[in-house]
């Protein structure tokens, strides 16, 4: 006996659709807020409990940078204002050599910043607003067991060991980067997919306030980049900083002991020791193991007009450009711009998507994050003077040439640039830099022979 | 109650290990006979019914070429004499151009040749073979439903609606691109995994003797090659061929009726119509839809040392190098020779897998099938006279240079370099190659230049 959909409010002649947004997360939870507002009727799954009712949230990072992509689409269902003033803005990154000196790298022009917000607070805001639509309703305790891609009907066990049967117009599945939704997807034929770890496993520590303040700078990002690995921090709104250590899972396993952990920071991140305190540092390295990191790609990102993938469901990063969430955000906006393009008929939006020209494909994109990936760990193997001088240069350049010279980060963090069309841009700019020295060098070797001659 | 190993044979003292392999088609009843060879309990699950009593074996391509990695592989349970006798030497390819014109192509040097052997014949006479083993067993009608990494221990439904438990000390995955096992893989942090499926699909069409006779030349495997798609056909000991339309999907697609059969084939291919028989033709293209194509990559191959990925389960490709059947087969001689280095200790052979240096990495070479597939399509794509010209040069070269240029095909198809070796060799070689020409030309330039001068 499947459930059927809410109560119709009556009035209505005709009966609303039915979306099943799968998970409550931060895509899932604004997703929710956009189908809502549609007029949808809007029903949440979650697995996990009530994260406002939990105590404590495990297991995923606890804070994110807030850029262009996601704000505008916080923007859309009216949230912008309130999460920006939970947020911390970071103008720029704040290079820690390993001497200690510390050299800003702002983010963009003056003004332009990205923000520090906290992931679980963030879930919580929008969980609240998504309840406040009467025709959405947030289902939490509810594991996805079974959907069938033919009739929408979804299976969900509750942990008092009951199951409920729901019927979906539409299942969105925004339940991350072990997607459940998405193994329905895996057993069809010519659907593509990969899973690929990344050698680097991510550790998080606390960095305390210090007399009740920061104990650094609070509006940047910090990072201290190192050969193999890297650190970075960035502020909450309780003065302390989340600090997170990227490094090989080979380097992690190889400090066992307190001693081990402080001869490792005291030969590479001396700055912090103090700032994290010896002893929480040789107590909380042991805390939790490194967590691993995976990037996923597929396609398609739906099966016929029943089930749509988006966040990192559809295309999880590894977070060192910061767009995991701004992505699965992006989402929204672009798939609500789908509806309106055709008029809220789905078997019309995803009809088109399987055309050569992919308009519905807003995340053919995803195959670039292997390079937006490659970038920003390169630069955690490059020494962080050549990779100022190189952000310099790219920021003076755009200075110069502001229309023709746009750096990767600021197309992706700055503007709604498709990410294959700023990536393409990006390989294209190079080869013009590169043009631009060969012609200053060869001038320059001219010039010096005709001085030589006469 | 999960059965016990098979009864041992009394008089040995210490319990034989016992070996499951899951999967009774080729690379699965190959390693039954590996793993009966060396004395361990060997039982094989296969999921379909025995086909050497089944009466029509659907689904999969009808023949295959067998080359050097196959054949070493057979050899070393006894087996490669009587598969050569069954199966029909190709010693060159034969390019078909659009005009009907007939060019063949050697495969290698003289004495060189890849065999045409049947699919369904070669797997029953593996199957007989393992049985042969008083340590084996086949288990038909056995389909994996679950297995745990952590015990050994495998549920089997029987089509009767009964469930088997056997618990095995090795389980070997044996079962294909779609690999059964391969799921509690990816449910594992860290696997990487990625299936890939080539926008082409493949039509099997038969041409049928002519008075008794070959239709073609039956010692080559005819080629077709057009611009986006391309024919193959391979000899049968009945003395038809197999024909293979390799395609794009929305060109399948395009093609609905009879009529527009014979005006495709009338266009691309229209020595083969009089082959076929323009009746067969408009009936047999309809007969089945066109099959899709997959490329499986992961990685690792195993958990810890209970279970082990071998064959398609664990590299699937794509079927244009010839090489699926043959680096399976291969992985069961690989694995033998890791068995004999570790005597047979599989927590050591496991073990070492996991360091830095792969010794167990038998198949680190599967990265490189994008680079085998992507050179073999770019063969579809190139009009058939650059390809004939290619290959002279490459094999003139060979000639010229045996031990400097050795061609891809011939590495892969007659030696056993492992893959990725021979892809390196491959891109080196091409280097050099270019320099060569590189040179030659600056040379002539510089000849015509004082040719002028004087």
Request: aromatic share 10%.
């Amino acid at each position: 006996r499947p459930r059927s959909t809410m109560e119709e409010p009556s009035g209505t002649h005709t009966k609303r659709k039915v979306v099943a947004v799968v998970g409550g997360g931060l895509v899932g939870s604004l997703n929710a807020c956009y189908f809502a507002q549609r007029g949808f009727n809007v029903e949440v799954f979650e697995t996990r409990e009530d994260i406002r009712q939990a105590k404590i949230v495990r297991g995923r990072s606890i804070n994110l940078a807030l850029s262009h992509r996601g704000r505008q689409a916080l923007k859309h269902v009216g949230m912008e204002e309130k999460i920006v003033s939970q947020g911390i803005p970071m103008h720029a990154r704040m290079i820690h050599s390993l001497s200690g000196k510390q050299s800003p790298i702002p983010y963009g022009k003056k003004g332009q910043y990205i923000l520090s917000v906290d992931r679980a607070n963030l879930n919580k805001e929008l969980l609240t607003e998504a309840e406040k639509y009467p025709n959405a309703k947030l289902n939490f305790d509810h594991k996805l067991q079974d959907w069938s891609p033919e009739t929408g009907l979804m299976t969900f066990a509750r942990s008092d060991g009951s199951t409920e049967h729901i019927e979906a117009d539409l299942i969105v599945g925004c339940d991350g980067a072990f997607s459940a939704i998405r193994k329905q997807f895996l057993r069809r034929s010519r659907f593509n997919y990969s899973q690929t770890y990344i050698p680097h496993g991510y550790m998080e520590l606390t960095m305390p306030p210090i007399d009740g303040e920061f104990a650094m700078k609070p509006n940047y990002l910090h990072i201290w980049p190192r050969n193999t690995f890297m650190m970075i921090a960035l502020p909450n709104l309780d003065k302390t900083f989340t600090c997170t250590l990227f490094m090989p899972f080979e380097e992690f396993e190889k400090i066992t002991s307190g001693d081990e952990v402080m001869e490792f920071f005291q030969k590479y991140f001396p700055d912090t020791i103090p700032l994290i305190g010896p002893d929480a540092l040789r107590r909380d390295y042991f805390r939790l193991p490194a967590q691993a990191m995976v990037s996923v790609k597929c396609s398609p990102y739906h099966i016929g007009d029943k089930c749509v993938l988006m966040g990192d469901a559809a295309h999880a990063v590894v977070p060192f450009y910061g767009q995991g969430m701004n992505a699965g955000f992006e989402d929204c906006i672009v798939f609500d711009e789908i509806l309106n393009q055709f008029d809220e008929d789905l078997s019309e939006c995803f009809h088109k998507r399987t055309k050569k020209t992919p308009r519905m494909s807003w995340r053919y994109e995803s195959s670039i994050d292997a390079d937006l990936g490659g970038s920003l760990q390169m630069r955690a193997h490059v020494n962080s003077k050549w990779f100022l001088f190189r952000k310099h240069v790219d920021n003076i350049l755009h200075l110069l040439m502001p229309k023709t010279i746009i750096p990767l980060y600021t197309m992706v963090t700055f503007t709604r640039t498709r990410y294959h069309k700023a990536v393409e841009r990006w390989h294209w700019q190079d080869k013009v830099k590169h043009k631009c020295f060969l012609s200053l060098s060869l001038s320059l070797s001219v010039l010096q022979i005709w001085t030589a001659q006469s």
